[in-house]
């Protein structure tokens, strides 16, 4: 098994449509309920004939050949659950979600802000790192 280190991310434009096959059968009704179209997994690792992706605490393993690695100009990409401040107005915040957007080549997130989900979009230079 290839660990891919923590700092890997990957795309998995997978639908139904693409056939069960791609998806470790134990795997295949969690991925189903996330949609996973759009959103950015944490790759952890290559454990041939699978890759391991991580999204929102669940670990799938899917076949390499839909993974999309990716990279952000952006900078670093924060993952779901990591605790941010809003840039604007120093407001604590939890990132619910994290997808991605072709055109801008960026991750967008979704956040709870002060205990309320929000629906704006935020990007990466809309939030930062919570200090400890």
């Known amino acids: 098994m290839h660990d891919g280190g923590p700092d890997r991310w990957a795309l998995f434009p997978w639908f139904e449509e693409h056939g069960t096959d791609h998806v470790y059968p134990d795997d295949l009704a969690d991925l ?32 390499p050949d839909l993974v999309t690695p990716i990279t952000s100009a952006h900078g670093a990409i924060l993952d779901v659950g990591a605790t941010v ?40 230079d809309d939030i930062e790192p919570a200090n400890s």
């Open 32 to 63: 189903r309920d996330l949609s996973p179209y759009g959103r950015v997994f944490r790759h952890y690792a290559d454990d041939p004939p699978y890759a391991v992706l991580g999204y929102a605490g669940q670990k799938f393993r899917v076949r």
């Open 85 to 124: 401040q809003v840039i604007a107005d120093g407001s604590p915040a939890r990132i619910l979600e994290v997808a991605w957007h072709h055109e801008k080549q960026a991750p967008f997130y979704q956040l709870r802000v002060n205990g309320r989900k929000k629906s704006k979009r935020y990007w990466p």
